[in-house]
């Protein structure tokens, strides 16, 4: 089984079969150009002068034929030609398969593919791992145990003795410990990625130094893929995408459904542009704004309600690309591109229950066909356009009215909606309704939760909020949305109070009154902050600027330069742990002994809120 590749002009193939070896191979390969015949022939003469091998030939895009030259290239020359070429002759020469990963080219163009599974049932092979986990550069677990002894040693030996590290890497603190074991005697061989910023979907992204070790796989724990579905996860985006493990623990699922994307291009002979200019058709104001409508969102009333089924459409816009063979091109490529990850989420989704390894699995690609409905829209997708985008969303709309009118004349209410999923209350038959949409629609729709009761959060207006709820499914679990304990930069002390005042109220409606006294006492444990350590009050922030660059003297700028202070260099996108000591004087510190105890308490009495509607709508 390959389990990683790595190199450029050489691949080297990791395979693991209960002993790992290697095997290396040449990896030539070629980018196409096409122009016309004035460019092309200046195009030729300057090709001739170099050492370039280079034939004519005749593609397809996703368009159709395109006649033009194959010029053969080793893939680590590849982007000086091609800035060459564009210096040259600007945007009259179009320029194809420059910039595809070279591992990814490889794998797919020799049909390769990641920890291959004979069917779907399969479990992943056993791969030698270890988690280091970093509380402090003294304070280090080893696969969630804390150890004694030589710290320094075992940690080595952790790691030499693992094919796979998974490591946290905190402010950094990984290279640190790297660089401490070197100091004591047990050195690796590694390298330290640059720390950089970025944007992604509107919003500045921090990506914190990579450390590789040589000869292993590393995967940061932060990283979004593997924090949301685990070592199963990497390794079906792998498999799916043709990325090395290492790299989609570092990637978007943007990047990865993209890879995806481009690896069955790759498979099918199919070019794939390196610039592109058709990612958007000329609009007139009007036609704009009646195609940019987006999802259907309803309002709910506010309260709570017993008995209520959640419905969701699997994959919605997904489904729609396939099922209505939508595509920038007329012979639908883009739907062939995504019908593979589909089916198998589809598949994942009914068995999810039966193996943790399924359920990683099925969110791992659960994100990437979620992102690939965005990637319609955005500029430089391969193989997007914005009026596939619009279209998507038409047809979501139109559908989701279509499934409320069959729930109606079935005897359910509908309560909610937003894009993919209603929330319908009623005593008709639940499983007619399913089968109706699902004929009426051609998409597949199930049960997402079926709640005992669910309640509806109104907005600070009065008027339902569409995505904040607290629902009780039968099987006694909660699901969750748009209140504090949900977010991220939400401190602990907020989080285990919900957390806690849940608990409490996971009982039939009927029975929700009499949990009142409970959780007053509840609350008053927690208005007492005396019972919590400091780091309870710990909020993550996000930090989006520099220092010099804030107008305004705001907390977060205190705290930028709190930061900068210590020596900390600022990246746009930065998170840090830090505590508010003084919100008059807008002080945040990273080691406090103190908190601002009128700040928390606010905090405290808006988490309140939620819990205190429903005792007060029971």
Known sequence: MIINADGSDIITTWHFNGNLHRKQFKNGTWIFVSGDSYNMSLLEKSLDSS????????????????????????????????????????????????????????????????????????????????KIGIKSINNITIDNKNIGGNI?????????????????????????????????????????????????????????????????????????????????????????????????????????????????????????????????????????????????????????????????FTSMYPSIIIKYNLSPDGMGYLPRFLNDIFEKRIFYKKIKNRSYIFYQRDVALKWLLLTSFGYTGYKNAKFGKIEIHEKITSIGREILSRSMRICEKNGFKVLHGIVDSLWITGNGNINKVLEEIKNETRLEIVIDSHYKWICFMPSVNGIGSANRYIGLRYDNSF??????????????????????????????????????????????????????????FMIEFTI?????????????YNFTSHIESLGTEIFPGMKINGVVVDKKHNIIDTAPSRMDKTFYKTMLMRAFKPVDYILSHS
């Open 51 to 130: 050492h370039i091998i280079y034939k004519y030939d005749s593609m397809d895009d996703i368009y159709g034929k395109i006649y033009g030259m194959k010029l053969y290239i080793n893939p680590s020359k590849i982007n000086d030609i091609v800035y060459r070429i564009e210096n040259s002759f600007g945007y009259k020469i179009k320029i194809y398969n420059a910039d595809i990963n070279p591992v990814m080219r490889f794998m797919a163009t020799r049909n390769l593919e990641f920890f291959k599974i004979k069917n779907l049932y399969d479990d992943d092979l056993f791969i030698p791992s270890t």
């Open 152 to 312: 320094w040693k075992n940690v080595y030996n952790a790691i030499d003795s693992s094919i796979i590290v998974i490591y946290n890497n905190y402010n950094g603190i990984f290279p640190r410990v790297l660089k401490k074991m070197e100091k004591e005697g047990y050195k690796l061989e590694y390298k330290i990625s640059k720390k950089k910023s970025f944007e992604s979907y509107g919003r500045n992204v921090f990506q914190n130094e990579t450390v590789h070790v040589r000869n292993k796989i590393m995967i940061c724990s932060d990283s979004f893929i593997y924090s949301e579905s685990g070592l199963s996860g990497i390794y079906e985006i792998s498999r799916v995408s043709g990325i090395p493990p290492e790299t989609v623990s570092k990637i978007t699922p943007g990047t990865a459904v993209s890879s995806a994307e481009e690896k069955r291009a790759l498979q099918m002979g199919i070019l794939i542009p390196w610039r592109k200019d058709d990612n958007e058709d000329p609009k007139t104001p009007e036609t704009f704004f009646r195609m940019d409508a987006g999802g259907l969102v309803l309002n709910p009333d506010p309260g709570i309600y017993k008995n209520v089924y959640e419905i969701d």
């Open 479 to 536: 699901k969750v949305r748009g209140i504090e304990l949900r977010q991220k930069n939400t401190p602990n002390l907020i989080k285990k109070f919900q957390t806690e005042a849940l608990n409490e109220l996971r009982c039939e409606f009927e029975e929700i009154k009499d949990r009142k006294n409970k959780i007053e006492n509840i609350k008053k444990y927690y208005m007492n902050f005396n019972n919590f350590d400091i780091n309870d």
């Open 544 to 556: 989006n600027r520099r220092a010099e660059e804030y107008r305004v003297k705001t907390m977060l």
